[in-house]
T-cell receptor, first 112, second 115 residues
Framework: AQSVTQPDIHITVSEGASLELRCNYSYGATPYLFWYVQSPGQGLQLLLKYFSGDTLVQGIKGFEAEFKRSQSSFNLRKPSVHWSDAAEYFCAVGANTDKLIFGTGTRLQVFP | ETGVTQTPRHLVMGMTNKKSLKCEQHLGHNAMYWYKQSAKKPLELMFVYSLEERVENNSVPSRFSPECPNSSHLFLHLHTLQPEDSALYLC??????????????FGEGSRLTVL
């Protein structure tokens, strides 16, 4: 079955610390992979996406993610977190004309 | 006006009321979507429209009725809802159907509370 797993429901980091949010997927075909962010009271905004090519993709707001086919993972990283990064982060997977499948999200809390 | 706009942002209704959620996109996109976001659950795709035609209805109860009068507007009509229908309802649009077209653009959502 096609699925996306975000094993961390809630993560807390200090401002300036590095961040890694985990995402694992189960998908029959070569997937397209996405990370979205949802700030409080807002809709979802695309951070970055992977379709093909270089497995390390850069996104907005200083985020990057690496596609590891052997591990079925697409983890999101940021070297230094800012207080404004506090939000909920969603990993999503799809392919071609398929609809997107979203994970349950990881809530990031940032302490000053 | 930019992006995807949803109104109202907050709605409280009784189980016997009839109300509607409205979504408008100013991006010239051809596909529009309704999602339901509940706490600790993945986003649930409810309805998909492409060029004003419904292309997907994911076993959504009939108390939710979508309407897409043109490619820029999408409505979700609500009637005789249940308390478990309380959630954030998100509208989204994309250039065309399918993941290959890339990004979904989301509105800020309508927070629905059913008493």
């Amino acid at each position: 079955a096609q699925s996306v797993t975000q094993p961390d429901i809630h993560i807390t980091v200090s401002e300036g610390a590095s961040l890694e949010l985990r995402c694992n997927y189960s998908y029959g075909a070569t997937p397209y992979l996405f990370w979205y962010v949802q700030s409080p009271g807002q809709g979802l905004q695309l951070l970055l996406k992977y379709f093909s090519g270089d497995t390390l993709v850069q996104g907005i707001k200083g985020f990057e993610a690496e596609f590891k086919r052997s591990q079925s993972s697409f983890n999101l990283r940021k070297p230094s977190v800012h207080w404004s990064d506090a939000a909920e982060y969603f990993c999503a997977v799809g392919a071609n004309t398929d609809k997107l499948i979203f994970g349950t999200g990881t809530r990031l809390q940032v302490f000053p | 006006e930019t992006g995807v706009t949803q109104t109202p942002r907050h709605l409280v209704m009784g189980m016997t009321n009839k109300k509607s959620l409205k979504c408008e996109q100013h991006l010239g996109h051809n596909a529009m979507y309704w999602y339901k976001q509940s706490a600790k659950k993945p986003l649930e795709l409810m309805f998909v429209y492409s060029l004003e035609e419904r292309v997907e209805n994911n076993s959504v109860p009939s108390r939710f009725s979508p309407e897409c009068p043109n490619s820029s507007h999408l409505f979700l009509h609500l009637h005789t809802l249940q308390p478990e229908d309380s959630a954030l309802y998100l509208c989204a649009s994309s250039q065309d159907l399918g993941t290959a077209t890339g990004e979904l653009f989301f509105g800020e959502g309508s927070r629905l509370t059913v008493l």
